[in-house]
């Protein structure tokens, strides 16, 4: 059987490039600031731009809770980071949520309808 081989001679793919591929002549690579940056400026060095970067906290480590010690993450206990609290109107829990958000507890009848899918409630 050839089925195949004659379906495939005659597919043309639906999109359509115009004009011969050709790569632009010159190309600027020079680095430029994202269109979406807030500055529309970019960092003077790599170094000036480490002193201010933050990545789950300041890179630079001079504040008072410094988790990298002796140039190793976890060279400090946990607790040294400070307490750490919620803010006003943020929970880290849904059980900490008020009632009338929290997880409702199914009752045994609605356990039965899903674990019969349904046919239980027809029966």
Do not use: C
Not at 18 to 46: C, I, M, N, Q, Y
Not at 76 to 86: H, Y
């Amino acid at each position: 059987m050839q089925a195949t081989k004659l379906l495939l001679q005659g597919r043309q793919p639906m999109i359509r490039f115009l004009g011969k591929r050709t790569t632009p002549a010159k190309v600027d690579h020079t680095p430029h600031a994202h269109p979406a940056s807030p500055t529309h400026s970019l960092p003077e060095s790599f170094a000036s731009y480490r002193q201010k970067a933050q990545q789950h906290g300041p890179l630079n480590q001079t504040n008072q809770y410094s988790s990298v010690v002796g140039g190793h993450i976890g060279g400090a206990p946990g607790a040294s980071l400070g307490p750490i609290e919620a803010g006003k109107g943020l929970f880290f829990d849904r059980s900490e949520l008020p009632a009338r958000f929290q997880r409702l507890v199914w009752t045994q009848a609605e356990i039965d309808a899903v674990e019969s899918g349904g046919a239980s409630l027809h029966a």
